[in-house]
T-cell receptor
């Protein structure tokens, strides 16, 4: 069983709309969460990190973390066609800071 | 932006064949990683290393060997390739730390085992 689960598998939103992606962990050891984005034909790139309870905003992107429920979400407002990509949630635990575990990904399509 | 270069970009081999995937990073990062990406599984860690001569086992190591020859170079070896190893392989690098360090990925190697 994967340690990081993502939902939905795929998501389609209209241009200018809000996209919401979810991630949960089954391991209470995980304390550090990341979102990575992968455009077609490229390697994943780090989008943003969140380590504290609450919201973290970076431009049109807002991440939310609830450590008690081990739930992380990513919200993209005013979605653009260039946001169409595969989004991965990833987590690290206190037992080994240097290993990053990834979820299975959410494919986001922003329709013009 | 940190640079990670993988070669080849595409590779086709036959079952039982011998394959070596190469990765070079010019970021002076200590840590290097090999992941495989498959639909429905996301990215799964095969092996990683924190320096020349070091090797750590990841979550899906069976059928794979790896070697870190220098700070810059990390190789993934498939000595008896099987169709189940058909996948997209990514190399990544990072600095060591307390959990808030990002990984820098290469563009990937698409491997097909016929």
């Amino acid at each position: 069983q994967q340690k990081v689960q993502q939902s939905p598998e795929s998501l389609s939103v209209p241009e200018g709309g809000m996209a919401s992606l979810n991630c949960t962990s089954s391991d209470r050891n995980f304390q550090y969460f990341w979102w990575y984005r992968q455009h077609s034909g490229e390697g994943p790139k780090a989008l943003m990190s969140i380590f504290s309870d609450g919201d973290k905003k970076e431009g049109r992107f807002t991440a939310h973390l609830n450590k008690a429920s081990l739930h992380v979400s990513l919200h993209i407002r005013d979605s653009q066609p260039s946001d169409s990509a595969l989004y991965f949630c990833a987590a690290r635990g206190m037992s080994n800071y240097n290993v990053l575990y990834f979820g299975s990904g959410t494919k986001l399509t922003v329709e013009p | 932006e940190a640079a990670v270069t993988q070669s080849p970009r595409n590779k086709v081999t036959v079952t039982g064949g011998n394959v070596t995937l190469s990765c070079r990073q010019t970021n002076s990062h200590n840590y290097m990683y090999w992941y495989r990406q498959d639909t429905g599984h996301g990215l799964r860690l095969i092996h990683y290393s924190y320096g020349a001569g070091n090797l750590q086992i990841g979550d899906v190591p069976d059928g794979y060997k790896a070697t870190r020859t220098t700070q810059e170079d990390f190789f993934l070896l498939l000595e008896l390739a099987s169709p189940s190893q058909t996948s997209l392989y990514f190399c990544a690098s990072s600095v060591p730390g307390q959990g808030n360090e990002r990984l820098f990925f290469g563009h990937g190697t698409k491997l097909s085992v016929l």
